[in-house]
Structure formats: structure tokens, C-alpha cells
């Protein structure tokens, strides 16, 4: 079984600028999250998506984040102006959901912003 | 916002040696999972225990919940090198769609 993928593994960018990261979740897995993890920290949740939809965004900066995930499978995460803070790795995590709590994690995107 | 706090926040012991972490949430919960994260590389699952359970063992891993005192904790028996990571609990509330919150982790070295 595939794993959870993600692309790029590295982007560096100038502040201002803007960025997106690729996830695509293991087949099948209607629960897609994403996890902001900033050097020596846990991961943060950024948004959860159930299929298409938005279950919790609650921690997402919306004035320059935002994600999408249209057709219920992979999902894109965006940031736009990028601040120097938003330096970290960003993680997507799926899981089958119908009571099933592991969640399945991709290498991650290390963005750093200059 | 953060939900566990993990102690110790750093561990360094030879291998062979057992080690142990220790995670202290806030609210009730409904599970609690431990994942581990190598160097530069994403998280993995290592084990849930259930709210109802006090006690889950698999392979060198056991693990402890005493709900009463909203603490869990993590043995890893005759630790290898490759045990090298950092640890992290995470916390599973009712009703909430199958959302974690991570704690800080602890780090791991495992000395040859």
C-alpha cells in the first residue's frame, strides 16, 4: 500500500512570496489533515478535511492560508504573503476515519521563508 | 494550542537500557496515541490505548494511562540505536472527528 506523499520536500522562498504543497493521502482515506510543525515543537493541526469538506479550520491563519480539497482525494495547502514565522515543516496526515484514529503520516515539506 | 506536556524533554541513555517517557494532558479524552519521528523524516504510529484501558504492551513498547491523573507513559525496553527520535503523545477528544493534539516530544538518543 502507498504511503501518503508529498511534494516538494524542500522550498525556499522570500517573504511576501507565494507558496503551495501537494498532498495526496492513501487510497481510500476519507480524512485528510494538515499539521504546521515548527522546529521543537509537536505539529500543530492546521485543517481537517472529511472527503471534501472542512471539518476544522479553527487554526488556520485564513488572511494568507488557505487549502482545498476538491475531488475528496488529494489536497493543496497555500500560503500567500508568506512571513519569515511561517518557517517550519508542514505534514499531511490521513486517516480511513469510520472510527479508526491512527493517523497516517507523508515525509512532510520543510518550508523555509527568508 | 498545545495539550500534553512530555517529560523529560530530552532522554540520553545506552543501549540496552530502558527508557521512559511520561505525557500529562488537560481534558478528557477519548484515546491517546504515541507516534515517533525520526530526524527530518515524518511522524509514525506506534500505539493507541483507549480511554477504558489502563495497560497496552506491543513488542518493546508499553504503555500506561491513569485517566484520574490525565497522564500516560511510554517504556521502550532494551532500547537500540535505531530507537534514536523524538517521541510524541497525542490526544484524541470525544466527538471531534478524529483529531489529535500533539504534545512538545520528547527526544531520544540511544548511545551505542
Known amino acids: 500500500e502507498a504511503g501518503v506523499a508529498q511534494s516538494p520536500r524542500y522550498k525556499i522562498i522570500e517573504k511576501r512570496q507565494s507558496v503551495a504543497f501537494w498532498c495526496n493521502p492513501i487510497s481510500g482515506h476519507a480524512t485528510l489533515y494538515w499539521y504546521q510543525q515548527i522546529l521543537g515543537q509537536g505539529p500543530k493541526l492546521l485543517i481537517q478535511f472529511q472527503n471534501n469538506g472542512v471539518v476544522d479550520d479553527s487554526q488556520l491563519p485564513k488572511d494568507r492560508f488557505s487549502a482545498e480539497r476538491l475531488k475528496g482525494v488529494d489536497s493543496t495547502l497555500k500560503i500567500q504573503p508568506a512571513k519569515l514565522e511561517d518557517s517550519a515543516v508542514y505534514l499531511c496526515?490521513?486517516?480511513?476515519?469510520?472510527?479508526?484514529?491512527?493517523?497516517?503520516f507523508g515525509p512532510g515539506t520543510r518550508l523555509t521563508v527568508t | 494550542s498545545q495539550q500534553g506536556e512530555e517529560d523529560p524533554q530530552a532522554l540520553s541513555i545506552q543501549e540496552g537500557e530502558n527508557a521512559t517517557m511520561n505525557c500529562s494532558y488537560k481534558?478528557?479524552?477519548?484515546?491517546l496515541q504515541w507516534y515517533r519521528q525520526n530526524s527530518g523524516r515524518g511522524l509514525v504510529h506506534l500505539i493507541l490505548i483507549r480511554s477504558n484501558e489502563r495497560e497496552k504492551h506491543s513488542g518493546r513498547l508499553r504503555v500506561t494511562l491513569d485517566t484520574s491523573k490525565k497522564s500516560s507513559s511510554l517504556l521502550i525496553t532494551a532500547s537500540r540505536a535505531a530507537d534514536t527520535a523524538s517521541y510524541f503523545c497525542a490526544t484524541g477528544g470525544y466527538n471531534q472527528g478524529g483529531k489529535l493534539i500533539f504534545g512538545q516530544g520528547t527526544e531520544l538518543s540511544v548511545k551505542p
Open positions: 496526515a490521513s486517516t480511513p476515519g469510520r472510527g479508526s484514529y491512527e493517523q497516517y
Open positions: 481534558t478528557s479524552i477519548n484515546n
